[in-house]
């Protein structure tokens, strides 16, 4: 790819700065305060991008290409303006120029808040697609919510996780800019009349007292790196009706006017802060039809606009691919605005919908599959529920004409049964594509989960293993790394990540690796000072650096690790001479506000680190850290920093995990399950090179077929384990409340709540987890062994970029052509 490098005048960027700052805030740079300093400062950077954001739509306006609306309900963006300046390729200038003004740019960049409008995984998928598209010069578009507030800031007071809400808007964000001009409203409730059109005896089907709202979208430039291309990430406000049109209260009807401007305020108030969890909340299918309607209208809008008003070939222009299940409404929303408003039938509405949605499955956990009652459904969006019933009806005699006399078919695919409108099966049905996320993953759907579909539609199964973006977390989050490989291999990787395996050539070259570990060592002092600044923990950087960051879950298993970390205080405890590597424990991680387990985890993890942490006795072998906050931020770092990346969620739950890349990417081994993509790091890196554990996800699926496996039987037998569960309950680690973990204790052993007793296999893998941490003491005492293998970790990290999943989408699913924009 031909590297484009922009003329940088150094003087006029200073000028900008110092200008912006004046006519901001009547203030000069000395004067200013850190947060306006930023904005002066990203203010200047975004009048270096605004030309190729202009002039990347007007090629795209010449050059009619196909384009892909990402639909997701999150993005998780992470900071934007040293991600900027990097994918501008005028990192150094500009930390230059700021110097020079006495601006130091990591303070700078440290202003700017998170746009955290994600959870985890799959809205940083989400961030990593839109930078691989516009860096590969893919027109697209992510769609999704301007969340007033993102995912929420925790605090860790006493142990515990306390949630305040994450005011990302309240400085305002300089890279945003609001397009009043692409306003649509989206309509919510009342009922459907059908009218007969007198002329064509057509039905046409007109919604009637309904409330509704305006969308307005604000555009986030998405800059390609080293190109021109700027694509855009375009997310919707919602605005009351009454600011544009006061006709209600002409009418004098008081109460709707009322009632659209609180729907309009409480519409996209929130994040709904659930990772893998469905929580059924009216208020979240608003938001979904919300976004996706606004969506697409626009997105029909600007093909009309390019193709004299024919929307009849939509298909060879526009792609929706839908980020789970959460925007599904998409398909309901594309049939009604092809029938309803452009006078399609239903056989051609429907041959385009079907040529133009494409979904990716997330995840095959029971708990996150969305199911919305009927009643809650029809009700707010009756004409969308008519469109899904109809398809319901053809897609059930598809059913019929395949198995016939198979009820049991029926029960299992249609879209509504048993009163629930199912999201994935409407997404299978009309999607010409459904795709998993890791090879693992997408083998359980066919063989597993979605069987029943594979089986009557198997052409439209594909895999498209993850990957992350190397620029953010390899080129900003660990730029002492990244600037070490250009000059051993060139900057090539930049955009290529497959020739960091050009790498593999030093890994038993001693300098080198002294080279590689000295670089893990500064960034392990990096976070020690971090850590010393927010923990007021002192942790040693020659430690074992020993990584679990990721939303809290069940199912990631955070509990087997800390756990763990018990019985190794146990095993000091009793053997002062015990010998083994100091190692920092490091955790990091969210609860959703309502999941009472998972906070149960982290106020556990707290309580040990605090009575480990200060034990004289054990002369710092462990050392226990929850890192406040955990987000893409802070994590550039955590990774950076990373020895050992635990991955250890129950085999067959993961669907892919993303984070084990990203450690991957910075030179760390993995200590996983066979799970998810952990699969296809083993395959890439060698086993060797990796510490695997645990059931395989055959075996869980075979004990979860059989109704599960008695733990009694370990806690009975196995007198660590039981030693480690008796400290639960016994005050050891909640001196004040003997009872406060006794909630993990009983989803350990007992049945409760209709449910099993550890669905999540910790128990069954607890001896084989001891023996791989037992292992990775043993492989890091080897120096020269251990630096080669996190050499080669990060050597064989190519096929974990997302511009290899992005390609794979392109030509397998999306089919689009690259648009270069010449400037
Ligand atoms: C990558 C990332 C995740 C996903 O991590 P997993 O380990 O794959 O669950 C979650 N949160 C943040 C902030 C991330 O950067």
Redesign the pocket.
């Known amino acids: 790819m031909a590297i484009h490098k922009a003329k940088f005048d150094k003087e006029e960027f200073k000028k900008a700065v110092v200008g912006n700052c004046k006519s901001l805030y009547r203030k000069t740079l000395d004067e200013a305060s850190q947060q306006q300093r930023f904005q002066s400062v990203a203010y200047a950077v975004k009048d270096l991008i605004m030309d190729k954001w202009i002039a990347t739509h007007k090629q795209y306006d010449k050059e009619d290409p196909k384009v892909v609306y990402y639909m997701s309900m999150e993005f ?1 963006m ?1 900071r934007a303006l040293g991600n900027n300046m990097i994918n501008l390729m005028q990192y150094k200038e500009i930390k230059k120029a700021l110097e020079e003004l006495d601006l130091d740019i990591n303070e700078i960049e440290d202003q700017e808040p998170d746009p ?1 409008l ?4 799959l ?3 989400a961030a990593c697609f839109l930078d691989s598209l516009a860096t590969l010069e893919y027109p697209s578009y992510g769609c999704g919510i301007r969340y007033r507030y993102g995912m929420f800031k925790q605090e860790i007071k006493d142990g515990y996780q306390i949630e305040t809400p994450d005011d990302w808007l309240r400085d305002g964000y300089p890279f945003e800019i609001k397009r009043a001009e692409y306003r649509y409203e989206v309509k919510f409730g009342g009922y459907v009349k059908v009218v007969k059109d007198e002329k064509t005896g057509r039905d046409n089907f007109v919604q009637e007292d309904y409330r509704s709202v305006i969308a307005v979208p604000y555009d986030l430039p998405i800059l390609g790196y080293g190109n021109n291309t700027v694509n855009s990430l375009r997310i919707w406000d919602a605005e009351p009706v009454v600011k544009f049109n006061l006709n209600s209260f002409d009418k004098g009807d008081y109460q709707k006017a009322i009632e659209e401007e609180n729907l309009a305020k409480n519409l996209v108030e929130v994040l709904y802060p659930n ?1 893998n969890h469905y929580a059924g909340k009216e208020l979240r299918l608003k938001q979904q039809y919300f976004f996706v309607s606004a969506s697409v209208q626009r997105a029909v809008d600007r093909y009309k606009n390019m193709h004299n008003g024919d929307v009849s070939k939509l298909y060879e222009k526009v792609t929706f691919q839908l980020n789970d299940t959460h925007p599904t409404v998409t398909v309901a929303e594309l049939m009604r605005i092809l029938m309803d408003e452009n006078g399609l039938d239903w056989d051609q509405a429907w041959d385009i919908t079907s040529k133009t949605v494409a979904y990716t499955n997330h995840t095959i956990m029971a708990e996150a599959l969305e199911k919305w009652p009927i009643e809650l459904f029809s009700r707010l969006l009756p004409r969308i529920y008519q469109i899904v019933e109809e398809i319901n009806r053809r897609f059930v005699e598809k059913i019929k004409a395949k198995y016939p006399g198979d009820q049991e078919k029926i029960r299992k695919m249609a879209i509504i049964y048993d009163g629930q409108v199912k999201m994935a099966h409407l997404a299978i049905c009309a999607g010409y594509s459904v795709n998993g996320v890791a090879k693992l993953h997408t083998e359980i759907l066919k063989k597993q989960e979605l069987k029943d579909f594979y089986e009557m539609m198997p052409e439209k199964f594909n895999n498209k293993t993850n990957g ?1 973006t190397q620029r953010r ?1 390899l080129l900003h989050g660990n730029p002492l790394l990244a600037e070490w490989i250009t000059d051993k291999i060139g900057d090539g990787w930049i955009t290529d990540l497959k020739q960091i395996d050009k790498l593999s050539l030093y890994v038993d070259d001693k300098k080198a690796q002294q080279e590689f570990m000295n670089i893990k060592y500064k960034n392990k002092v990096r976070l020690a000072e971090y850590i010393k600044k927010y923990n007021g923990i002192d942790v040693d950087p020659n430690s074992i650096f020993d990584v679990q ?3 809290l879950h069940e199912y ?1 298993r955070q509990l087997l690790n800390i756990l763990h970390v018990m019985y190794l205080y146990n095993k000091i405890k009793t053997d002062p001479t015990f010998d083994m590597e100091p190692r920092t424990f490091i955790f990091g991680a969210k609860a959703a506000a309502g999941y009472r387990i998972a906070k149960q985890t982290i106020k556990l993890i707290n309580n040990v680190a605090n009575v480990i942490n200060n034990d004289a006795s054990i002369s710092g072998k462990i050392k226990v850290v929850f890192i406040e906050n ?3 931020s802070n ?2 770092m955590i ?1 950076a920093a990373a020895d050992v990346s635990e ?1 250890i969620s129950t085999a067959s739950k ?1 669907a ?7 450690f991957m990417l910075n030179g760390a081994i993995t200590l996983g399950t066979m799970d ?1 993509a952990n699969v296809e790091i083993v395959q890439e890196v060698g086993e060797e090179n990796a510490v695997i554990f645990g059931l395989s996800s055959d075996e869980v699926i075979k004990y979860e077929n059989e109704g599960g496996y008695d733990p009694m039987e370990i806690f009975n037998e196995d007198q660590d384990v039981r030693e480690v569960l008796m400290e639960l309950i016994n005050g050891k680690y909640s001196d004040n409340d003997p009872e406060e973990f006794r909630d993990i204790y009983n989803s350990l052993l007992n049945f409760q709540d209709g449910r099993r007793a550890d669905i999540y296999f910790i128990l069954k893998d607890f001896k084989s987890y001891a023996k791989a941490q037992e292992e990775i003491d043993k492989r890091y005492k080897d120096k020269a062994g251990w630096a080669k293998s996190v050499m080669l970790n990060t050597a064989k990290s190519g096929k974990f970029s997302s511009d290899r999943t992005i390609e794979e989408y392109v030509k397998d699913i999306w089919k689009l052509e690259k648009v270069h924009v010449e400037m």
Do not use: C, H, P
């Open positions: 998780l992470g955290a994600g959870n985890g995984g809205g940083r998928l990772d992350i977390f960051v990721k939303r990631k955990y987000r893409v994590g550039e990774f991955q993961e892919s995990g993303t984070g084990n890349m990203k998810g």
